[in-house]
């Protein structure tokens, strides 16, 4: 239970999502766009369950980190892992 200054109490604790940098927020629904555009909304959607799409995720993302590690600004590498892991959490990874 949570009493607030005012008086009012909550039971339940909600997650801190202003604890989350607004850039991730930005930047990620910008790669989520891109893909949309792309590939069509939600298209990784229909193979979240799909083993091959999965690793395949997991490789792009450490892909986009080497690039980053290297030096590479030539796409917003940062946001492609963030996606990769939005995706594999959506999935239940």
């Not at 009493?3 to 039971?11: E, L, N, P, V």
């Not at 997650?15 to 930005?26: D, G, N, Q, T, V």
Request: glycine content about 10%.
């Amino acid at each position: 239970m949570h009493t607030f200054k005012g008086g009012a109490k909550r039971a339940e604790r909600v997650p801190e999502y202003h604890r989350i940098p607004l850039a991730l927020f930005k930047r990620t629904a910008l790669r989520f766009s891109l893909g949309a555009t792309r590939y069509g909304e939600g298209n990784y959607r229909k193979s979240l369950g799909d083993d091959a799409f999965i690793k395949q995720a997991i490789d792009h993302a450490i892909e986009h980190l080497i690039l980053y590690a290297n030096g590479d600004r030539a796409d917003d590498h940062l946001a492609a892992v963030a996606w990769a892991c939005a995706v594999l959490m959506e999935g239940g990874h």
